[in-house]
């Protein structure tokens, strides 16, 4: 698998192949045909291959550039950055439609992220928002969960020396956590999470919760973490 390409017309077929393959994602892994991608995207089958040899490895490097575009909508911006771009930029909502998750779902995730109930009496309360971690949360929940072949693809690759999918996957597990740890402040309340997550998104699927069950649990969970929080 070649790596991701410098030059701008080679970043734009390649990006146009991401773009596209969201479209399949939301199918089964045995429906992503790598002909019929290349087709949609417009690029020679032979290009594709060279950049995904697999449709394992299309879907996981598609899952790899929503989070990464998930992290930095939640970076702090730049000094001198204008406060229309910050709050463009910051809406893990806009980061995931532009990466080509279902636009109803992160809408639901941005408009109720995390339900956050009065803190328990005698607690002390974090110093990260639930809320806000809700929604980053919610948005890679989403992202699993309404992306079969993208969850599939995660379910079924394990890491193997020295390969191209084990390479993926450590991206992907790296740039999760950086993407949620950019608002808990915390690896290890955003490493908890993120095993919620899957656990969360399996249990849907195999119809143990609801959607809405699942979506509370994860709220409680990001404001249980949160509110027993102490500050350093």
């Known amino acids: 698998m070649a790596p991701p390409p410098t030059l701008p017309r080679q970043r734009l077929r390649y990006t146009r192949i991401l773009d596209v393959s969201a479209g399949f994602a939301r199918k089964g892994l045995d429906s992503v045909v790598l002909s019929e991608v290349a087709a949609k995207a417009d690029v020679p089958l032979g290009t594709l ?75 002390a309360g974090g110093d990260v928002p639930a809320h806000a971690l809700g929604g980053v949360v919610m948005e890679i929940f989403h992202m699993r969960l309404m992306q079969p072949a993208v969850e599939q693809c995660l379910n079924r690759a394990v890491y193997t020396k020295d390969t191209d999918t084990t390479k993926l996957l450590r991206e992907i597990d790296s740039t999760a956590e950086k993407a949620v740890t950019a608002v808990s402040g915390d ?9 919620t997550v899957t656990g969360l998104v399996q249990s849907v699927r195999c119809r143990r919760l609801s959607l809405f069950e699942a979506e509370e649990d994860l709220k409680k969970a990001c404001f249980l973490l949160t509110c027993t929080r102490r500050p350093a």
């Open 187 to 195: 690896a290890a309340i955003s490493r908890v999470l993120l095993l």
């Open 49 to 123: 291959y060279r950049y995904f040899p697999s449709a394992t490895q299309l879907m996981l490097a598609l899952y790899r550039k929503q989070l990464a575009e998930l992290h930095a909508a939640n970076v702090p911006a730049a000094p001198g950055a204008s406060a229309a771009s910050a709050s463009v930029a910051g809406s893990p909502a806009a980061a995931t439609s532009a990466a080509g998750t279902p636009g109803a779902a992160a809408a639901r995730a941005k408009k109720s992220p995390a339900r956050t109930a009065k803190p328990p009496a005698g607690s």
